[in-house]
């Protein structure tokens, strides 16, 4: 880009002119020397974190209830109260809203000072760890270059270590937590179990604003929900020309994934990136199911002006 502008880079230690012939031939070549020392010093760390889960030793990472020293988990025991506390009352019939407004009532402080969420609830309920076993390698790294942590949905082999560190809830009160969970899909498979867990937790990848749910009528019965960019819905198309994504599209997105979710970006071609708890990323891309012809469009303008009219 650069060069189009017509700006020579100078590189001071090794003389070199981005504009020159010979200096672009020695970029070239000395990127791609330092992309392989890169891919080499990625495949080395890559063996030894694989080689340690073999081995059952985690890599570091930071779970609410235990604090990690030398690669080994220990109770926090403050915390733990909280995790012990967040089970009894899912067993005693509370769901994962009240359990929050019982936290915040309390004035409990969340993990990493977040705010308490419904699907947080829902993480740690389901989350190995406070079992005393691990499963290791949920996430992986897509690439030496971008580094970005994507789940892994059966991508990379998976180790689980049964016993491996002090655990904060027992084995029977943790498998009846999984049956309540399992039931509850069930009977709640027609219900979006995640409608009021996205509220601030959408946003444009474009400009940067909230994404809001949003009601919409899809003809004379019908009616459906839609999240929107709020700069696009408040100021038009030439402030933000993102697109609206529907709330069933989100929905099943979101449902692919155990890993708690801390935020989603709505990118631009139709491309959503979730960004997990563990710092993890994915992106997916979505597809418009309903194809418009030359008659809705029409009917839909006429719609639109009779609003306003």
Known sequence: ????????????????????????????????????????????????????????????????????????????????????????????????????????????????????????????????????????????????????????????????VSENHAPIIDRNTFERVQKIISEKAACNAHVNPYEYDFKDMVFCGKCGDKYTRKKIHGGTVSEKYVWICRTYAHKGKTHCSNKQIPDEVLVNMAKRYDTEIERILILENRRVQFIFADESEDIQEWEINRKWTNEMKERNYYNQRRRFL
């Open 1 to 160: 880009e650069l060069k189009e502008l017509g700006v020579d880079v100078w590189f001071e230690k090794e003389n070199i002119h981005s504009t020159s012939g010979d200096g672009e031939l020695m970029l070239t070549i000395l990127a791609s020397f330092a992309q392989e020392e890169s891919l080499s010093v990625s495949e080395n760390c890559k063996w030894r974190i694989r080689h340690n889960f073999e081995e059952g030793i985690p890599n570091n990472f930071q779970i609410y209830g235990y604090d990690m020293k030398n690669h080994k988990l220990t109770v926090n025991e403050e915390e733990a109260k909280v995790v012990r506390k967040i089970f009894e009352m899912y067993v005693n019939g509370d769901g994962a809203y009240k359990i929050v407004d019982y936290l915040k009532a309390h004035h409990i402080k969340s993990p990493r000072d977040c705010q308490w969420r419904p699907n947080r609830i829902m993480a740690i309920l389901r989350n190995e760890k406070y079992l005393g076993d691990l499963l290791l390698q949920k996430v992986y790294s897509e690439n030496h270059i971008t580094k970005r942590r994507v789940a892994n949905d059966g991508v990379l082999k998976q180790y689980y």
